[in-house]
Antibody
């Protein structure tokens, strides 16, 4: 059974930093592109960032480019999101999301097949 | 900036049929965008319903079907049930590693 377990959320002051982690199991982590998707309270889903299986290809939404850094540790089957220069607009539940199609986006079945439960990030003074 | 459009809300009667759509503010949605649909109940992560326009995810009842209608992707729910009342999101793959979600549709069954 695929499991994605996020951690690291919490309350942070504007301008601060936070690092999210996603521990995975139940699939061959080294074979799949992984993503972060967020959802502000009462709002819709927003794709944040994507990283290919080998970390060779990394993509960001314009709203976080230059402030967030996605990374992965294939030895630990873990995904990370380093968030810097946080603002109130970054307050959201952050979901760790597995890509169905394989190593890079656009390959194989093009969709998100497994989601974690999410971790809440609150940016407030 | 790419904007993916969805109806903010929709109502359907129990047992009825409803079609939710997913469009582009500028342009047409085609299979090349690999539209996929997700269902989300309050406090839960999204669940995949349909991918690559019209492929149902494992375990999803055949009451849910996807298609292209005109210049939009569509999710049709037939025989609506009370527990279909929740939020539905589409997402389009724009290429180059970029995904864009629609704003979501809140479906009411009454």
């Amino acid at each position: 059974e695929v499991q994605l377990v996020e951690s690291g959320g919490g309350l942070v002051k504007p301008g601060g930093s936070l690092r999210l982690s996603c521990a995975t199991s139940g699939f061959i982590f080294t074979s799949y592109n992984m993503n972060w998707v967020r959802q502000a309270p009462g709002k819709g889903l927003e794709w944040v960032s994507s990283i290919s299986s080998s970390s060779a290809y990394i993509y960001y939404a314009d709203s976080v480019k230059g402030r967030f850094t996605i990374s992965r540790d294939n030895a630990k089957n873990s995904l990370y999101l380093q968030m810097d220069s946080l603002g109130a607009e970054d307050t959201a539940v952050y979901f760790c999301v597995k890509y169905a199609g394989g190593a890079v986006p656009g390959s194989g079945d093009v969709y998100f097949d497994h989601w974690g439960q999410g971790t809440l990030v609150t940016v407030s003074s | 900036q790419t904007v993916v459009t969805q109806e903010p809300s929709f109502s359907v009667s129990p047992g009825g049929t409803v079609t939710l759509t997913c469009g582009l503010r500028s342009g047409s949605v085609s299979t090349n965008y690999y539209p996929s649909w997700y269902q989300q109940t309050p406090g839960q992560p999204p669940r995949t319903l349909v991918y690559s326009t019209d492929s149902r995810s494992s375990g999803v009842p055949d009451r849910f079907s996807g298609s292209i209608l005109g210049n939009k992707a569509a999710l049709t729910i037939t025989g609506a049930q009370a527990d279909d009342e929740c939020d539905y999101y589409c997402v389009l793959y724009m290429g180059g590693g970029i995904w864009v979600f629609g704003g979501g549709t809140k479906l009411t069954v009454l």
